[in-house]
């Protein structure tokens, strides 16, 4: 039997991050020239939480849109996983609790 690939094999590696106070019409612009789809969200002490494109359009279409940041309307609870975990794991995982991304972080907290 073959054994699952680990997510590392398939992460983006380095993703571009925003700072929390990065205003959302930037971070719809670095989203849109970068081509994709969710952004980690770095807080004071580390990746606070991640932005996706839906969350970022949504906002900008409020009147008050313009004037809201990354971690005003960020997801702040996000789905980290090991680079080590297997697809299946992560898969299974994100289809049972609806998540739309999953953050790869080694055994120090830092992303990768």
Same mark, same amino acid.
């Given at each position: 039997?073959?054994?699952?690939? @680990? ?12 700072? #929390?106070?990065?205003? *959302? ?13 969710? *952004? ?5 002490? #580390? ?12 906002? *900008?279409? +409020? ?13 702040? +609870? ?5 680079? +080590?975990?297997?697809? +299946? @794991?992560?898969?299974? %995982?994100?289809? %049972? ?11 120090? #907290?830092?992303?990768?």
């Amino acid at each position: 039997m073959k054994k699952m690939p @680990q997510v590392r094999a398939f992460m983006t590696p380095l993703p571009q991050t925003v700072d #929390g106070k990065m205003p *959302l019409m930037q971070v719809h612009c670095l989203m849109r020239d970068m081509g994709v789809r969710h *952004l980690p969200v770095k807080g004071p002490n #580390g990746i606070a939480g991640y932005v996706s494109g839906r969350m970022v359009r949504e906002a *900008l279409a +409020d009147r008050f849109g313009s004037v809201l940041t990354a971690e005003e309307i960020m997801s702040g +609870d996000p789905f980290i996983v090991s680079p +080590d975990t297997e697809l +299946d @794991q992560i898969a299974a %995982e994100m289809a %049972e609790e609806k998540y739309s991304c999953a953050l790869v972080e080694d055994t120090d #907290g830092k992303l990768l």
